[in-house]
């Protein structure tokens, strides 16, 4: 079993030498951007026939939800061909975009069906918002005023609004504080506990229910390494993204033609960080169940 630094850095080195892995999450993330600019594209255009502002805000829900529907499957593909290359970069020192649509077509299936389970097990953090529900129907607010409030608020009249928040405010912030902590608490949980999911239905060629349980064993079997690696992985990932975010918040600042630039350089930083984490955490899981590795790598020579 490799120590979780060897795992760091010869994830780091299967990554220089397999580039390709870059590819399927980069395509993604710029399919992802080019059908969210069409959509706002034309949104305009219908919105000139609505006159109602609740259906105005209905159809900038309609955006995201529309993204969300037609790229989740896609993402699942995705993300089972590139957790297949990592497995064979990994395994065998190479990989290409042929595993990608090899291990795509196989567990396409498998990650969707997982990531509704995991959607499931997160939603039952809505009864911590119980209490907050409970304490404004006590309050005698109806919702409708609160909506009302909320489209004078749009339209530039932000009275009402402010009124409704000065008056719900203190009956509401106990219940609301503690339904956010124990939701935060909830989804770091799941978080952890479900973490090898991915990793278990590719590499193991498991089921999804089979991988959920999986990924609780080996948190059971080996508690601290597991937290341990989980907690320096977020953390990697969050020094990197805030290595190039700042700069790139900075050239944002340029003027609101940049914006677009912005939003592709955060889209290409977001999937490079992704795939780090994917091969990190395959090799790891790679590691920990005693799969063969490729063994060709040196340690010392990682620079040349």
Do not use: H
């Not at 975009?97 to 953090?125: E, H, N, P, S, W």
């Not at 590719?202 to 948190?219: C, E, R, Y």
């Not at 790679?286 to 040196?298: D, G, Q, R």
């Amino acid at each position: 079993m490799e120590q979780i630094t060897d795992t760091i850095i010869k994830g780091l080195r299967n990554l220089k030498d397999n580039t390709v892995l870059f590819v399927p999450y980069l395509v993604f993330f710029m399919f992802t951007f080019v059908l969210t600019q069409i959509l706002e594209f034309f949104s305009p255009f219908f919105e000139t026939f609505i006159t109602d502002m609740s259906l105005l805000l209905l159809t900038d829900i309609a955006i995201p939800l529309i993204v969300a529907v037609v790229t989740i499957p896609v993402f699942c593909y995705v993300s089972a061909g590139t957790f297949g290359m990592a497995k064979e970069a990994i395994a065998t020192g190479m990989t290409s975009l042929k595993d990608m649509f090899k291990y795509g077509r196989q567990y396409t299936v498998r990650f969707f069906i997982a990531t509704i389970l995991l959607f499931i097990f997160q939603l039952v953090c809505v009864i911590f918002w119980l209490p907050l529900y409970f304490a404004y129907k006590n309050t005698g607010y109806a919702f409708d005023a609160i909506f009302n409030a909320f489209n004078q608020l749009l339209l530039e009249n932000p009275e009402p609004f402010f009124s409704i928040v000065s008056d719900l405010a203190l009956p509401l912030f106990v219940p609301f504080m503690i339904g956010l902590l124990l939701t935060f608490v909830y989804l770091i949980i799941i978080w952890v506990v479900f973490y090898f999911i991915s990793e278990a239905i590719v590499v193991d060629d498991m089921p999804a229910i089979a991988a959920f349980k999986k990924s609780f064993a080996l948190l059971k079997q080996y508690p601290v390494k597991v937290f341990f690696f989980i907690v320096l992985i977020y953390l990697l990932i969050v020094a990197l993204v805030s290595l190039f975010v700042m700069p790139i918040m900075v050239f944002s600042m340029l003027g609101p033609a940049f914006l677009i630039i912005t939003t592709l350089l955060l889209s290409v930083v977001s999937a490079a960080t992704d795939v780090a984490a994917v091969v990190w955490s395959t090799r790891f899981y790679m590691s920990i169940t005693e799969k063969e590795l490729y063994e060709k790598e040196n340690l010392l020579d990682f620079g040349n």
